[in-house]
């Protein structure tokens, strides 16, 4: 039975993502703004676009983020496909206890990522002679986004056919052919989600990039670092475009997601209905 | 060419400690149908998966033709098999699947082309190249998984309980088809089955199992008519099973009564198991019954009636078109024939 919401519901539902929203909203909306002004519309300009892209410290900062996030996604892609196909074929104690663990970076806090990796690298920099910079930039990525795409590859795993590998190799496959022809083809689709996931965090990266990139400067550290002198519209106007462009990456992940579920319950559907 | 294509010596396999088979000794002619038959955890599947290269025997030899295939990785056997849940490529359509095992062995397109179309006449599906693999039901998906093993030209198909998801109706109707299927491509088939009317039905051979041991080997006349022990009577059809005691030769005692029989070669008064199969009493007056019984329960079956006869010492199951009334004080007889005296295993 569908109760029909009360006005007070709807109340609540709406200042909840007023006060979701409202700040985004404004803050685009005033990216358009013709004068400094954070208070008054003045008229509608594409100014602050126009002088973002003229911004060389701005450019070299989106270039670094576009540059760390592609390398960490796609590296972390590869290194957590393979880890999730050895953590499936291992006994289930140990690949519980290390699922487990795969988790931790996950729900632990930025922070204590980015500080630790930080002291890591530095303690490591005084014995190998390196400072921080775009290489040890990278890794922090690459070590954040593997968990995710684990997390995203195991469940393609999980709904293979259990037989499917040695059915390929039965039609005569080696163990590699197997795994290139077959079995990486039918987690595709968990990969490819594990890739996009890997890159809009990457790109969406504050706390860890500050942590361990030295004098290197991602796109959301140059606009941490804007706030701190006179605050300017082009700061709205990449805060735009960076909204922008995460929103598109969820959107499609979302989209994926949801028809591969509706796939997937298509085909249980039908093996129960025979 | 050798008289046993697939020959498997003093078979042991053990998963840490726990022993799965137990000495099997087993051979497959050419052109063959033989059927692993079992309750679940006989070893049977195990077997199967021994002969096609995915587990390893602990202890033992399989001979391939002559030659000795342990170490034989699955993808050089001659052998290809047809898995439980069908193990179907889902990003490919029905064409590619088929085509799968000959691409990776290099044959040229046009070569797979032919060999891919006659596959789907074979198996009655003709315009189902392009379709997808996951728009299919459960019996087409089989055939395409058949199709995909045979189109390799394999000596021996191996069937892991192939028609298990199946419905009944669907079930009998691949057992006929698989069985002309073989005919018609005239190839070694080993077939796995826990379905005792499955493996009768479709066999030349059948190897009854459990526990991993070969219980029987025989043909299904054999196995139904002469099951070797008290297990392979009970699991192929339906028995009555009692102890009794073996006088001499031909003569056996249970129920108090003394019984002509065909079996000899016992101990004097060697305590044995009696078989009698449901469907070979005859219901006759009570003046001429060698047993005298009660009528517990009778149930309609279709063809025959299912009656469970109390006598003193036992409850006999009888299948019979004769109709009892519960309570019906009814005779039965038995011929020598229909009493099958086995060892106590």
């Known amino acids: 039975m569908k109760k029909k919401s009360t006005f007070s519901q709807r109340l609540l539902i709406f200042l909840l993502f007023f006060f979701l929203y409202a700040p985004i909203i404004v803050l685009i909306i005033f990216s358009f703004n013709s004068t400094k002004s954070r208070s008054v519309w003045t008229g509608f300009t594409f100014d602050w676009y126009v002088k973002l892209f003229n911004n060389s410290a701005i450019l070299s900062a989106l270039y670094t983020t576009l540059l760390v996030s592609v390398l960490a996604a796609v590296i972390a892609t590869i290194a957590g496909t393979f880890a999730a196909v050895g953590l499936f074929n291992m006994k289930k104690r140990p690949r519980d206890i290390l699922l487990q663990i795969n988790n931790i970076p996950v729900i632990n806090a930025d922070i204590i990522t980015g500080v630790s990796l930080c002291v890591l690298f530095v303690f490591l920099g005084k014995i190998f002679n390196f400072k921080l910079g775009f290489g040890t930039l990278l890794i922090a990525h690459i070590t954040f986004n593997i968990p995710y795409v684990i997390l995203s590859v195991m469940p393609k795993l999980r709904q293979l056919d259990k037989n499917l590998f040695e059915a390929a190799q039965d039609l005569g496959c080696t163990w590699m052919q197997a795994f290139t022809k077959v079995i990486i083809p039918e987690i595709r689709p968990g990969i490819v989600n594990g890739l996009l996931m890997a890159f809009t965090l990457s790109v969406d990266d504050f706390v860890i990039s500050y942590f361990t990139a030295g004098s290197v400067e991602t796109l959301s550290m140059r606009i941490y670092a804007m706030t701190k002198k006179r605050i300017s519209p082009e700061i709205n106007a990449i805060s735009t475009i960076l909204f922008v462009t995460i929103l598109l990456l969820l959107i499609i992940i979302n989209v994926r997601q949801a028809q591969q579920e509706k796939a997937s319950a298509r085909k249980r559907a039908e093996f129960e209905n025979r | ?345």
């Open chain 2, 1 to 345: 060419m050798s008289e046993k294509l697939i020959n498997l010596e003093n078979i042991h396999k053990d998963y840490g400690g726990k022993v799965v088979l137990d000495n099997i000794n087993l051979y497959v002619r050419d052109k063959e149908f033989v059927t692993l038959l079992g309750p679940s955890g006989c070893g049977k599947t195990t077997t199967l998966r021994i002969i096609g290269g995915f587990e390893t025997p602990s202890a033992g030899v399989v001979y391939f033709d002559g030659k000795k295939i342990n170490d034989l990785p699955p993808h050089k056997r001659p052998v290809n098999t047809v898995f439980q849940r069908y193990a179907l490529f889902t990003h490919m359509n029905v064409y590619d699947n088929i085509a799968f095992g000959l691409r990776i062995a290099k044959v040229s397109e046009n070569v797979i082309k032919d060999r891919v179309t006659n596959m789907l006449k074979l198996i009655n599906l003709p315009d189902y190249a392009k379709r997808e693999v996951s728009s299919l039901s459960g019996g087409e998906q089989q055939r395409i998984a058949i199709a995909r093993a045979l189109v390799n030209h394999p000596r021996v198909l191996l069937l892991d309980e192939p028609l298990g998801a199946l419905d009944l109706k669907l079930r009998k109707e691949m057992q006929r088809e698989l069985k002309s299927i073989q005919q018609q491509v005239g190839i070694t088939f080993v077939y796995v089955t826990h379905d005792q009317e499955e493996a009768l039905t479709m066999s030349d051979t059948i190897v009854v199992m459990n526990k991993g041991k070969i219980q029987q080997i025989g043909t299904p006349v054999d196995i139904y008519n002469e099951p070797k022990n008290a297990f392979v009577a009970d699991f192929i059809g339906e028995s009555n099973i009692l102890d009794g005691v073996m006088h001499k030769d031909r003569l056996v005692s249970f129920c108090g009564k003394n019984f002509d029989c065909l079996d000899s070669g016992f101990e004097k008064d060697e305590t044995v198991d009696v078989v009698v199969r449901p469907e070979d009493f005859e219901i006759v007056p009570i003046e001429d019954a060698q047993l005298v019984g009660t009528v517990k329960s009778t149930i309609f079956m279709g063809v025959h009636n299912e009656i469970m006869v109390e006598t003193e010492d036992f409850t006999w199951k009888v299948h019979s078109i004769y109709n009892a009334e519960v309570g019906d004080k009814i005779g039965l007889f038995l011929t020598p024939d229909d009493i099958h005296i086995m060892h106590k295993s």
